[in-house]
């Protein structure tokens, strides 16, 4: 069956040239966007396929880019395929394909990025993750996390950390690479998810890592942003297109976000929370983020952000004089830092690095899929 298809076009490309290549297509053309240009419209210009005005205005099985610069630059061409990828249509040019990401769909509600009343398991992929999805019910201790480690395992992937400071059931899994639009070029994280299932929970929540989504169905969409986040580079748009909400930990360019789509933003700010009281005590802090010290019930020696650079941190605690180690579990958290603590009778303490917002939760809340359980 021939594929239908929706074409942008220019007007500072001559109408019969544009209608020739139309007509040549492998596809039935349905539509032209006129995106711009005016250099060779007449006025009374044929096509030979009717204009639109809109890339959703037809049904359409995917987008053919028939543009070129000066009208659509490289990042105009970004914003229109990541609006493609948005509807679920394959984005092609005369040299390159987008493809959206392929999402699974799953039976339990879902959320991807609340237990005070249902039963949420965290499914949680990172670039270290386990080989097959690993389940774990309780939090794990840092001697657990420890021998982890000296058996050869990353034992600060981003489940261990859920199970460790949020206190739910969370499952591990791994994914390898990511495109443009964020799809893994490789996971196991529809094995968890299946696990996920057998828990029986009334709400999975489904845990990106960096840039990369998780390829689930899933009902709700938060997508974390800073002042690293360009909203209209490369397919970022596409990010933006598909969440339900943004939360912006700082420096976000909200004008460009709004631009995008009319989604809601709320600020936040990421806040060290230690798992045990550090009483005062002099204390080293170990984090890859910028969350501030002050506030911390204790006497602050020493900050290092230096977690994800091992050699820097190796160099840096030489010099470390403290009482307590306060940790965010992440990169080299347990190899290095918790090592060097213990080699030197100092204690560690785990930090959560909490999302901290006056109106987050109602609007996580609001997201939340209700559905009676028989």
């Not at 696990?195 to 009902?219: N, R």
């Not at 091992?310 to 004089?321: I, K, Q």
């Not at 190899?335 to 560690?348: H, P, S």
């Amino acid at each position: 069956m021939t594929q239908r298809a929706v074409a942008l076009i220019d007007g500072e490309h001559y109408a019969p040239v544009v209608r020739d290549a139309l007509a040549a297509l492998p596809y039935h053309v349905v539509g032209a966007l006129l995106v711009g240009g005016t250099e060779k419209l007449r006025g009374s210009d044929d096509y030979g396929v009717p204009l639109v005005d809109a890339l959703d205005a037809v049904e359409a099985d995917l987008v053919v880019d028939l543009s070129d610069e000066p009208v659509l630059g490289p990042r105009e061409r970004m914003l229109w395929a990541s609006r493609a990828l948005a509807l679920g249509l394959p984005y092609v040019g005369a040299d390159f394909r987008f493809d959206p990401p392929p999402l699974h769909p799953v039976e339990t509600p879902s959320l991807a990025l609340l237990s005070r009343d249902r039963r949420v398991v965290v499914v949680a992929m990172g670039r270290g993750g386990p080989a097959e999805p690993e389940l774990l019910e309780t939090p794990p201790t840092l001697d657990d996390l420890l021998e982890l480690s000296r058996s050869g395992r990353h034992a600060a992937s981003d489940h261990l950390e859920a199970a460790a400071l949020a206190g739910v059931p969370a499952i591990g899994c791994r994914r390898a690479g990511g495109g443009l639009a964020g799809a893994p070029f490789a996971s196991n994280v529809l094995e968890g998810a299946l696990l996920a299932q057998e828990l029986d929970p009334e709400l999975l929540v489904f845990d990106g890592s960096g840039a990369a989504l998780p390829p689930v169905d899933v009902d709700a969409r938060i997508l974390v942003a800073n002042g690293a986040h360009e909203a209209r580079a490369g397919l970022n748009a596409y990010r933006v297109l598909v969440s339900d909400l943004v939360v912006d930990t700082g420096g976000t360019d909200r004008e460009a976000i709004r631009s995008i789509a009319d989604v809601p933003v709320v600020a936040a700010e990421l806040r060290l929370r230690p798992s045990e009281p550090l009483r005062g005590r002099r204390t080293a802090v170990f984090t890859t983020g910028p969350a501030p010290t002050e506030g911390l019930d204790a006497e602050i020696v020493h900050v290092s952000r230096n977690l994800a650079r091992r050699d820097a941190l190796r160099g840096e605690l030489d010099r470390v004089d403290a009482e307590v180690y306060l940790v965010e579990l992440k990169a080299a958290a347990v190899d290095v830092v918790a090592e060097a603590a213990l080699a030197r009778g100092a204690e560690v303490v785990l930090a959560a690095n909490d999302v901290v917002s006056d109106e987050l939760d109602e609007r996580v809340l609001a997201l939340v899929p209700h559905r009676s359980r028989a």
